[in-house]
């Protein structure tokens, strides 16, 4: 199966999904943000971070994202300029590689940015 073929059809759920959840997010007065965790072999290299980036599959998610009209964190942008100490550290790692999962380092550095972007919307602690 191409990606094409496969993809494009569930890119179109996934972006009702989206609309859905900003026409939502609306009506309760609240904020929505995306954010785009790629899986942990995608910084194993420069090379294979570079395939990713380029992949249809990314390329497509991506558009999906913006297009959606909602403010979207990428991970594999922000991340690219660490991708080896990424690799090491903010994956689980499965037979020496790095995983699908978040380690804690992960989450904790997801955890920044977030705190980062959304503390302009939070208010005082």
Known sequence: IDFHSFAKPVM????ELFERARQAAVEDDARLVLLHIPWGLAF???????SY?????YRHLSGVLRASGLPVIDLAELWQAERLAVARSFYLHHGGRPA??????????VAGILEHRLSPF???R
Do not use: F, K, Y
């Open 100 to 109: 699908g999962h978040l380690s804690p380092a992960g989450n904790a550095a």
């Open 122 to 124: 939070l208010g005082p």
């Open 53 to 57: 980036l380029a992949s249809p599959q």
């Open 12 to 15: 179109r759920v996934v972006a």
């Open 44 to 50: 194993e290299s420069e090379e294979a971070l570079q």
